[in-house]
């Protein structure tokens, strides 16, 4: 069945520091995929996504690619800020249905000043 | 757009008891779902609606659940006889009709002591 796998955390890193959170998936068809982020006590954020392979979505300084090749999506971010510190979640959406989402387990990064 | 809301944001029940929440979605999404996350996993799809419509079911929602939506708006989940397993925030979603993204509310937090 469909899953993503996330790199395991916790992940800590110095301000400015380069962030790589991997992330790979199992599908069948051709899912749309996405990052959410979980700030401390909030919900579920849109952090990006995308929807073909190939596709790069963006935002907040943060990219990830959509590899079809080698069935993964890993968030980067070239310069982290201590307001980054978060859980980030993978997840993935069958392009045929557009119902549930499947997520990762979630990626917990810490940056220190 | 004042986005998802849930309530409670957080509840504490004893063993045995039932629980319902509410969420109400961002008023022009079509779509509703309804997800479980426990600590240090990433959420997990319960059921979600098109309209007043439930369209799908996960295996996780057992027979002590149950979601309603009678209206096409706002929908509850409630929980019977409740189990200390059931100890989990409860998040809901909505997005458009075919569209990939779902937009998060706050979650509800549950306790079974």
């Known amino acids: 069945g469909d899953s993503v796998t996330q790199m395991e955390g916790p992940v800590t890193l110095s301000e400015e520091a380069f962030l790589t959170i991997n992330c790979t998936y199992t599908a069948t068809g051709y899912p749309s995929l996405f990052w959410y982020v979980q700030y401390p006590g909030e919900g579920l954020q849109l952090l990006l996504k995308?929807?073909?392979?190939?596709d790069k979505g963006s935002n907040k300084g943060f990219e990830a690619t959509y590899r079809k090749e080698t069935t993964s999506f890993h968030l980067e971010k070239g310069s982290v800020q201590v307001s980054d510190s978060a859980v980030y979640f993978c997840?993935?959406?069958?392009?045929?249905?557009?119902?549930?989402?499947?997520f990762g387990r979630g990626t917990q990064l810490t940056v220190w000043p | 757009d004042t986005g998802v809301s849930q309530d409670p944001r957080h509840k504490i029940t004893k063993r045995g008891q039932n629980v319902t929440f509410r969420c109400d979605p961002i008023?022009?999404?079509?779509?509703l779902y309804w997800y479980r996350q426990t600590l240090g996993q990433g959420p997990e799809f319960l059921t979600y609606?098109?309209?007043?419509?439930?369209?799908?079911k996960s295996r996780l929602l057992s027979d002590r659940f149950s979601a309603e939506r009678p209206k096409g708006s706002f929908s509850t989940l409630e929980i019977q006889r409740t189990e200390q397993g059931d100890s989990a925030m409860y998040l809901c979603?909505?997005?458009?009709?075919?569209?990939?993204?779902?937009?998060f509310g706050p979650g509800t937090r549950l306790l079974v002591l």
């Open positions: 995308a929807t073909k392979a190939d």
């Open positions: 609606f098109q309209n007043e419509a439930q369209l799908e």
């Open positions: 997840a993935l959406i069958r392009g045929s249905t557009l119902g549930r989402l499947y």
């Open positions: 008023s022009e999404h079509n779509r």
């Open positions: 979603a909505s997005s458009f009709d075919r569209a990939e993204t779902q937009y």
